[in-house]
């Protein structure tokens, strides 16, 4: 199960478990409810398989044992309190906090599945819960895509790390790329982030001006002052207004001056990252 769960990026571990609970047989916990600190969002949810495996993640380990045997006694959906306030006193949250969470052994299959092709379809997704007082439906975003350009080994950390976290990401670098020329083939979506880590900046323009055209949530480019004035120049010259140009983050990344290209591969993750899940905030 480790195994397992190490392919799934964090965003993503969500859709992992709803994919899983479209097949008969598998049961779906929620969390619906939060008291105290907790490291899970409301709505956060764990598929439990019949042979008592989980797919996705709800506690860091310390609960899905405890809900893979409770939901094995259910025959229909319960609402549940783990942690403080429980009256199950052999067992409490290492946080101290409370959670609620609904257990439902035989969760709508219709219903997963249809939430499970909008998102393959990179459109939102909604799935009715069954019926609580605190969380009537369960939303979901397509999962975190990241289309990087570049070259060099920047772009190959970057879309190492991202690999390694189980992120779709894309790189383009200048063999798949023309000069002058917009990528084919491709326009990101609202959860799409777009990273520029060239060296040779004019091959940026055409490219920051197809993905400023677009929904995509972020857009940063690598570079020092120099680079981020004649980008802005160039952009502007192209017809671009400030406030679009104002849309990239430039330096990007969350460490101010990386000196590597590991360490700059790590702060631009975590920056996207990072809005990825402020979008949630928004669903």
């Known amino acids: 199960m480790l195994d397992q769960m190490a392919a799934i990026a964090p965003c993503s571990a969500d859709h992992a478990a709803l994919a899983a609970a479209c097949e008969a047989g598998v049961g779906l916990c929620t969390i619906v409810g939060v008291e105290g600190s907790f490291s899970r969002r409301i709505g956060a949810q764990l598929a439990v398989l019949p042979d008592g495996s989980t797919v996705g993640s709800l506690s860091d380990g310390c609960l899905e044992a405890q809900l893979a045997a409770d939901i094995r006694e259910l025959s229909k959906p319960a609402l549940i309190r783990y942690g403080a306030g429980s009256n199950t006193i052999d067992f409490r949250l290492p946080c101290g906090g409370g959670l609620d969470i609904l257990l439902d052994p035989d969760p ?61 990401v894309t790189a383009y670098d200048k063999s798949v790329l023309s000069l002058g020329q917009e990528a084919k083939d491709f326009t990101p979506d609202r959860w799409t982030a777009c990273l520029f880590l060239f060296h040779d900046h004019e091959w940026e323009l055409p490219l920051l001006e197809q993905v400023l055209s677009s929904e995509a949530f972020y857009i940063g480019a690598q570079g020092g002052e120099n680079a981020r004035i004649a980008r802005t120049l160039g952009l502007a010259g192209r017809g671009l207004t400030e406030e679009a140009i104002a849309r990239i983050r430039s330096p990007l990344g969350l460490i101010p001056s990386c000196k590597t290209p590991q360490a700059l591969a790590l702060s631009a993750l975590a920056e996207v990252v990072s809005g990825y899940e402020r979008l949630h905030d928004t669903a």
């Not at 909008?118 to 979901?140: F, G, H, K, Q």
């Not at 895509?145 to 879309?159: H, Q």
Request: glycine fraction near 8%.
């Open 108 to 168: 709508g299959r219709a219903g997963c599945r249809e939430a499970m092709t909008n998102l393959d379809r990179r459109v939102p997704a909604s799935m009715a819960l069954p019926e609580n007082e605190l969380l009537a439906e369960r939303r979901y975003l397509p999962s975190l895509r990241i289309a990087a350009f570049g070259e060099g080994p920047e772009l190959e950390y970057l879309s190492a790390l991202a690999m390694a976290l189980g992120i779709d």
